[in-house]
Structure formats: C-alpha cells, structure tokens
C-alpha cells in the first residue's frame, strides 16, 4: 500500500508570526515617524536612530533564519549520506546536490539508494525526486 505524501512548509511560529511581524510593523511606524519629522524639519538623530534599529533588527532577524536552515541543510546532508553508506556499503555520488540529498531525505529505505543513483545520473530537481518517491518517510524534524 502506498503512503500518502505531504510535502508541507512548517511554520515557527515565534519566528513567523510574532518577531518577524512585529519588527516589521516597529520599522513601518519608525519610518512613518521619521518621514513626519523630516517634513516638519524638526528629525533629530534619535529619530534616525529610531529608523535603523528596527532595520538592523529585521537584517538579523532574516539572516538568523537563513543561517538555521542552512545549519538544517548540512545536517541533513551528512544524515543522508551516513544513511546512504549504511545500506550500500559505499559513499553517495558526488554529483548529487544539497538540494537533491534533502528532497531524497524522504524515500524510504528500500528505494534511497536507487533514487539516488536516478537523480544523480539523470540530474533530477527537487519536483522530479519528489514525484519518483514511492515510500514516503516523513521528515517531522525540519522546520
């Protein structure tokens, strides 16, 4: 019997609906604020102060994330690849990129290694392998 297969974006919901959002909306009102005062003439250095913190706020906010998930990347990788070399006996192919190892982190055991064969020889994408699986292995750790 085949599973069924969910492909979904998870959420965090600290990072996507609280911080995220609300340094948004902190940077929105200090631009309001700063466009007011530079109109009245009267914007001081705490206005423009008030301007960039918010920004920096929002640059480290995005680049904290993107750090994360490429922390996830190299995880996964290096568990797929140990996974790859515990059922064959061998390393992966070289030619298979990060995004193919972590779309192929959710075929089950039975068919990884020829998937991975598959996707390397014929340099599938991320939709191609996804569609290729027959197995699904859920993946409830990634975020």
């Not at 009102?29 to 007011?36: M, N, Q, T, W």
């Not at 193919?100 to 064969?117: K, M, S, V, Y």
């Amino acid at each position: 019997m085949e599973q069924p297969k969910k492909f979904s974006i998870r959420f965090d919901w600290q990072y996507h609906f609280l911080a995220l959002p609300l340094a948004l909306i902190v940077w929105i009102a200090s631009i309001v604020h700063l466009v007011g005062q530079l109109r009245a003439g009267e914007a001081s250095l705490v206005d423009w102060i008030l301007f960039g913190l918010p920004f920096v706020l929002l640059l480290a906010l995005t680049r904290i994330r993107v750090y994360a998930t490429k922390t996830q990347d190299r995880i996964v990788r290096v568990e797929e690849n140990f996974r790859y070399y515990r059922l064959t006996g061998r390393e992966p192919d070289r030619r298979l990129r990060v995004e193919q190892i972590i779309a192929l982190r959710n075929a089950g055991d039975t068919e990884f290694p020829g998937l991975c064969a598959r996707a390397a020889e014929q340099n599938w994408d991320v939709k191609k392998i996804r569609e290729e699986i027959k197995h699904f292995r859920p993946d409830t750790m990634r975020i």
